[in-house]
């Protein structure tokens, strides 16, 4: 019988293998959607597939599972490093999660959805939901094995929730969402019956996409984002990934007629690779070594793209930069640009939704994926419900499943119980934000400066450093005090967008 | 004991997850030659020792011997297809190789030459030797470890030549580059004498690195490169990788005063990208997806590169188009233009050497690697020597080690015994092209034609579909009808550069 001692550096060795190949298998993913050769997409599909499987034998192997036991006794726990203690925890969860689906049945989950997400850019870009379906309903079918043997929570979602936002629950879900649709969907009603629209006509130009590349390199860079430890390409979806602190790469995608689509989508995902690329060194060749769920995630890419970059002081500052990209294009007050860049209404596209309504969006993907996996609907039926939902919460009807059913690639890969965490993250945003002001009174003058490294400071000593090492509740709690509270949402935008549509 | 058939598929399904290794590390390796983000190049390595490692593992299992025992019985290679018999031949020469090699070592080196290659980067970009010398003097002392495990052949050298050309040996290289050096020495010193050289003024100007991208673009295409199952991208270093048949990615390097570099590094690197691109699909997902040999690789992209790149049919056919690129800059004959680019004369840079020279730069460098593993000459005699041997073969001395002994990528990667390999390639691509001569009797009015898919046809029924599935002398001797014969390079180049000089 091993000693604590004894099982630890073949623990760590088993984590480190681990961490290799998630961070193999996010260049290949990196790597497929930013201009592999469709060609290839099968084969590497199959690639992907057998280390994934290696990945998962790893996480779930009997070796593990006697190290596990091992160091999680009394007396090995006490001689553990926090951070050891917290990886024993992290790899006991993953076990636990992966070592009840059989190996094969996973491996041809991972093909599958590789091939999917391939198939879901020709799809999207074809409005071809016909040609998607056989691939989601194969996801679904897999998702629903899952959930049979990882076990139901409270209901069947709530196994799927899990899985981005350890802990959180359709019930809280439910709670929270309906406590944030209460205010907002009165609030937005307000607003649309406001006389104070701002005027957006300005921004109907073409804006060359070579200066937008060089904008959002320039606000990379003062948001402190590092071109030595990350990059930004192009893809159909923006997406970030953390490979290692010291490579984080971020996808944008350019629009000649709207140039804050890339910049709003560069400060986002900016936002993220902020997080992965200032977790703790002690962390490196670690599980640890990420973000810690998909909430606190995209808490961080909502703060710096909405609290921040949709802010006045921001624009006080970078305005005339922004004028300076685009000579003689961009004429109005700098007032002007930020009441514009605010105009909160409904819209089809959840990634281009104003910060209000955007969680709208959520609410309505929310709601569908219980209605999959708690109702079991099927696939043939979402275009219609998806349809019905959006005219039922923004009064609007998709033309076409491309701005509709088809837009995001999330269920593509298989991930359905993650949207939820984008609100969360609107949530935990504001909350963090609050705490923010406290500690840094003069927050608000630093951004009018331009000087936001200090905040990318506390950032790194609040949550970033900490990585998966700290738990969501324990980092909203850590750093404010207080629970999860959709309230501090609530107050941000009705004060915000009380004075711009002067309700 | 297994039956024949038993072992069949789990011999399959192991050479499937080995290939599948093989292009995961064929991305990672392409995606540090092409824009990984510097700050992450330690973390990569670590990875890709890990995934590496695996690979070696699968390569030298208990588990795949007892499969190769079981398979290479007369009863069961009488019921094998002759594919699934090449299979077994060339995994028996791997595991046998690999299995003399302690892993952990194998991992060790994996991680410094994945290091030592980002490295080289740098310190040929600073022209910093002493910075590259530790990798350098590990790197060969690594090679000198395998050598001993490997056990040595005719001479410790040998051992490493057989790994890029299975069979080849430094007594057989002696000869033919003896009967080489003896040919094209007094060849060259013909040329030097000559007053008919060539005027390359009219090159001396900027081209802009746009138009030489559309350029290299179309010539791919010309070739017959799909750009479905390819990619081209810029490096420090040209090269081709094939990760599977569907997604093969070539790089080049532009330089904005010189527009025939890029171009015939494309023609280059693109042969070598359609050896990959028509391998036979019932090859895919096994070890016989791939060139056969490095020499035989050589030979297809010496083949486009200067067979046909530097031929005046091909110029007949393609000097207008080049000129369009570059409207007003290119006013010269194509006559002119054809003899401006087959210039011989000494240089220092391999790549950019003209076909004749270019094999007294390989012949420097095989001259060399023996020193290094027969006479155990250091990292740090190096660049005297190679100064010498510059000025010995070739008349000229570099200014510095960027131009000298930093020059090639090839050691940085642990690639002693490959150079011989490119001039293996030009010899076997004359005795292609001549058996091509004679069966495509119209060829050369093809090429003026700009018809050269029937080229790439007739390549690919004798050479590409076949992969690694013949050896090397199985395709020149089941192509031309003979061995490996110096002569048909030497009178390539008599004709070609007697009616070039008029000598």
Chains 1, 2 share one sequence.
Not at 176 to 205: H, Y
Not at 467 to 484: A, Q, R, Y
Request: hydrophobic letters at 35%.
């Amino acid at each position: 019988m091993t000693t604590s001692v004894q099982a630890l550096p073949g623990f760590k060795e088993t984590v480190r293998k681990i961490k290799s190949y998630e961070e193999a298998l996010g260049v290949l993913y990196w790597d497929l959607r930013t201009g592999a050769p469709r060609g290839g997409v099968d084969a590497r599909s199959e690639a992907i597939g057998v280390l994934s499987a290696e990945m998962f034998r790893l996480t779930t192997s009997e070796e593990l599972g006697e190290q596990l036991k091992e160091l999680e006794r009394p007396e090995s726990l006490a001689q553990l490093s926090e951070i050891d203690r917290r990886l024993v925890e992290e790899r006991r969860k993953e076990y636990d999660r992966y070592v009840k689906i059989p190996p094969k049945l996973y491996q041809e989950y991972v093909v599958l959805t590789s091939q999917a997400e391939s198939k879901w850019e020709e799809s999207k870009e074809n409005d071809d939901f016909a040609g998607f379906e056989p691939y989601l309903d194969k996801i679904i079918a897999y998702q629903q094995q899952f959930v049979d043997l990882l076990g139901a929570k409270e209901t069947r979602y709530d196994t799927l929730l899990d899985l981005y936002e350890p802990g959180m629950t359709t019930s809280e879900l439910d709670r929270v969402f309906g406590e944030l649709r209460g205010e907002l969907v009165p609030l937005a009603a307000a607003i649309a019956e406001s006389a104070n629209k701002p005027d957006r006509s300005f921004l109907k130009q073409k804006f060359p996409i070579e200066a937008q590349r060089r904008l959002g390199d320039y606000i990379l860079k003062e948001m402190g984002f590092s071109f030595e430890k990350g990059r930004i390409d192009e893809s159909v979806h923006p997406f970030a990934t953390g490979l290692n602190p010291g490579d984080v790469r971020i996808t944008t995608h350019y629009y000649e007629d709207d140039v804050t689509n890339a910049l709003f989508s560069s400060l986002h995902e900016g936002g993220h690779a902020l997080y992965e690329q200032n977790i703790m060194s002690e962390l490196t060749g670690t599980t640890l070594c990420q973000g810690t769920s998909m909430g606190i995630h995209e808490s961080q890419s909502r703060f710096w793209e909405n609290m921040i970059g949709r802010s006045k002081p921001f624009w006080t500052r970078y305005y005339r930069e922004l004028q300076s990209f685009f000579p003689g294009q961009l004429n109005v007050p700098a007032d002007d640009f930020y009441r514009a860049i605010n105009v909160v209404e409904p819209s089809l596209i959840r990634i281009d939704a104003d910060e209000l309504t955007y969680n709208l969006h959520i609410i309505i993907r929310y709601e569908i994926e219980k209605m999959i996996f708690n109702e079991g609907v099927k696939a043939s039926e979402l275009p219609a419900i998806w349809n019905d939902k959006y005219k039922q919460y923004l009064g609007i009807v998709p033309p076409n499943n491309a701005k509709g059913v088809l837009q995001d690639v999330h269920w593509s890969g298989g991930m359905f119980g993650y949207f939820p965490s984008y609100s969360l993250g609107n949530m935990y945003a504001a909350q963090f934000a609050d705490m923010m002001e406290r500690e840094l009174p003069d927050m608000w003058r630093l951004v009018e400066e331009g000087s936001l490294l200090p905040i990318k400071e506390w950032l790194t000593g609040k949550i970033y450093k900490y990585g998966k090492s700290k738990t969501p509740s324990e980092l909203i709690e850590g750093v404010t005090g207080k629970p999860l509270d959709p309230q501090y949402l609530v107050r941000y935008l009705k004060g915000k967008y009380t004075e711009i549509y002067k309700l």
